[in-house]
């Protein structure tokens, strides 16, 4: 959808699109938003500071992390991400993260489960954690994020989350099975970032190619692209009615 008022282009790249495991040898799921006032990462799998190396990617460039939901494969690599920055990089401007209620809790308890605590050390940047319930809006760094509950494990917090920044509108679903609310949360964006784990219909809590076909024409929104893609969905992509996302690919919006 094209919008007045926009200011230059902004990047969207696919770091990682895969499930949680690895399906086609693709990275976990992590997706780097560029924006001309500065760059956003939406979840951090436990394989993102692989792909940032990969794809040439500085973490440098990131000053917002967010997260839809706990569980590994979109916020396990955080606590890593974190001490790369402190002793990689050397980072200096704070780094802001934000998810579901619980975020920092979570992050500094996963940190500490895998020998990395984050406690009492020496940070050279601030780390700040921001929580973002259910509808809630906040202005971090370039964007303005609005979460929604989506129909995931419970335990783990699952949210979608809409980002506007420049007359843009994207949307990512985060994980989810299908719910009547979800064409509405996609509805008007320019890009909608859609899981579809699965082929055919076969578990509650992630979507299927089956089921998005069948509503395809309910999603009223510029661009549709799926992601979190599991084995029997990795070995269509590029071959679907709906567009697949791969990983490294890269985005004009």
């Known amino acids: 959808m094209l919008s007045q008022g926009r200011v230059g282009m902004s990047d969207v790249v696919f770091i990682g699109t895969s499930d949680a495991f690895g399906a086609g040898g693709r990275r976990q799921a992590a997706i780097l938003l560029r924006t001309g006032g500065g760059a956003v990462l939406l979840d951090c799998g436990t394989t993102t500071n692989t792909g940032l190396n990969a794809l040439s990617i500085s973490r440098q460039e990131i000053e917002v992390i967010l997260i839809s939901h706990f569980h590994a494969d979109h916020f ?132 299927s190619y089956e089921e998005l076909l069948e509503r395809k024409g309910t999603f009223d929104c510029g661009r549709m692209l799926l992601t979190h893609l599991g084995q029997t969905m990795s070995a269509r992509r590029g071959t679907c009615a709906i567009e697949t996302a791969d990983d490294g690919l890269l985005l004009k919006l």
Not at 90 to 112: C, D, N, S, T, W
């Open 76 to 207: 396990g690599g955080v606590p890593l991400f974190l001490l790369a920055a402190l002793y990689e990089d050397a980072r200096r401007h704070p780094l802001q993260i934000a998810g579901p209620p619980g975020i920092e809790r979570r992050v500094r308890a996963a940190a500490a489960a895998l020998g990395h605590s984050l406690e009492e050390r020496a940070w050279s940047f601030p780390l700040l954690f921001q929580e973002l319930p259910a509808g809630a809006e906040s202005a971090l760094g370039p964007v303005r994020v609005r979460s929604f509950e989506t129909r995931h494990q419970p335990d783990s917090c699952p949210h979608g989350l809409t980002l506007q920044w420049d007359s843009r509108r994207m949307v990512y679903s985060g994980d989810t099975g299908w719910f009547e609310g979800l064409p509405e949360h996609a509805r008007g964006a320019d890009l909608f970032v859609c899981e579809c784990t699965f082929a055919k219909k076969s578990f509650d809590y992630h979507l």
